[in-house]
């Protein structure tokens, strides 16, 4: 996967997730991702397990990215909607820069 | 002018984190609208009274005091699930339902939390 794959130009909110599932900084996220009309999701770290949850709890609208340096360390299987990256950084620090959005990180 | 909103998630005391974010928000004042919210643990630091001399770290309510202007939001349900409802809260501290505390963040053009 290369960045400029990634380069989109778009109004969209971006996250950055880095804790697991339980943590209250994941369910705040979470709150927060739910009442975004457009967003971006990047897990990370500890983040990639909340691709184990059920994809319900993400909205449809949400685009999810994960890196995939984590997702080989926790042994974790992403779904095949989930984009996931080699150039996680590199493409996240290119889409919070061009993004018209906000950017949160957690 | 640019809106920041730091989120304090962590107890007051016990690490530097409340001390840092404080700060921070401090120095942003008149650059920016500075919001700080208090949520989960972050809460207890609303509370009125901290004696923090046991400890030897500067007492964060005064800080509090100082910075009058600084926009200081309770989240209401971290309070209630704590059990501080009742208790005596600092003055300049706003309260914020779920909703409000959420749109507060995400109404802000940066949020940064420690």
């Known amino acids: ?106 | 002018m640019r809106s920041v909103f730091y989120l304090l998630d962590s107890a007051p005391y016990g690490s530097e984190k409340a001390l840092g974010l404080l700060n921070a928000a401090a120095a942003s004042l008149g650059k920016m609208e500075v919001t700080v919210g208090l949520y989960g643990d972050g809460v207890y630091l609303a509370l009125r009274g901290q004696d923090s001399k046991g400890l030897g770290v500067p007492n964060l309510a005064e800080i509090l005091y100082a910075y009058g202007e600084m926009r200081v939001v309770a989240h209401e349900p971290s309070l209630a699930k704590r059990g501080l409802f009742c208790e005596g809260l600092i003055e300049t501290v706003e309260l914020a339902d779920e909703e409000a505390f959420l749109k507060a963040v995400k109404d802000s053009d940066c949020l940064i939390l420690l």
């Open chain 1, 1 to 106: 996967m290369k960045v400029k794959e990634y380069m989109v130009l778009r109004s969209a909110d971006v996250f950055l997730l880095t804790k697991t599932p339980e943590s209250d900084r994941s369910k705040l996220c979470m709150k927060l991702l739910a009442r975004s009309e457009r967003a971006r999701l990047y897990l990370a770290g500890d983040g990639v397990y909340h691709l184990l949850e059920d994809k319900a709890v993400f909205p449809p609208s949400c685009e999810i990215f994960a890196c995939l340096e984590d997702v080989a360390a926790r042994g974790v299987v992403a779904r095949k909607e989930v984009k996931v990256l080699e150039e996680f950084y590199n493409i996240l620090v290119e889409d919070v820069m061009e993004a018209t959005g906000r950017f949160f990180s957690f």
